[in-house]
């Protein structure tokens, strides 16, 4: 779809909010003019980043959700850790914890970039089948890690298996 096309089918909706993710959406380069259009018409926009690309051309009023990747789900090594320097205060930071050493992993890297100071939030999901939620509840209240504890609420909603929700 063209911008326009997009711009028109949220048009349609009257979407006053609108969230850009799937996949890795800085991969294409028309999401800058779709952000700058969607902003300029008076919409909340928010982006949702796999974190291994750049923020830096994400227009100020975008509300940013970088995933920093753990261990686990061997993407690691891509983090682009600039990023974390670049938040905004009304910017979220993302961890998906499959296990104990992501959870050390995450809590070293919101201690390393004072992440709560920098962002709006800092949010730990358990991978959904693979880590109890209740087990990272734990881990987190026993660290008063400056955290919140977030489900991955579309594997509740839609089969876990579902793609492209």
């Not at 959406?25 to 003019?33: H, I, K, R």
């Not at 983090?79 to 320097?85: T, V």
């Not at 959870?103 to 709006?120: Q, S």
């Not at 991955?152 to 793609?163: D, V, Y």
């Amino acid at each position: 779809m063209s911008v326009d096309e997009v711009v028109s089918a949220v048009d349609r909706y009257e979407c006053p909010l609108v969230e850009i993710t799937g996949g890795e959406p800085l991969l294409q380069e028309d999401v800058y003019e779709l952000m700058d259009r969607l902003i300029a018409d008076g919409r909340t926009v928010m982006l949702e980043t796999g974190g291994h690309r750049p923020i830096d051309r994400v227009p100020a009023p975008v509300f940013k959700i970088v995933d920093v990747k753990c261990p686990g789900s061997g993407e690691d090594r891509r983090n682009d850790w600039s990023n974390l320097e670049r938040l905004a205060p009304h910017d979220e930071v993302k961890f998906v914890v499959s296990g104990r050493e992501d959870y050390e992993f995450a809590r070293d890297v919101i201690a390393r970039y004072d992440l709560p100071a920098r962002a709006a939030a800092v949010l730990l999901s358990p991978v959904h089948g693979e880590l109890d939620p209740k087990r990272l509840s734990q881990w987190m209240l026993e660290d008063h890690l400056p955290a919140r504890l977030q489900v991955q609420l579309h594997k509740f909603i839609w089969p876990p298996g579902t793609r492209g929700v």
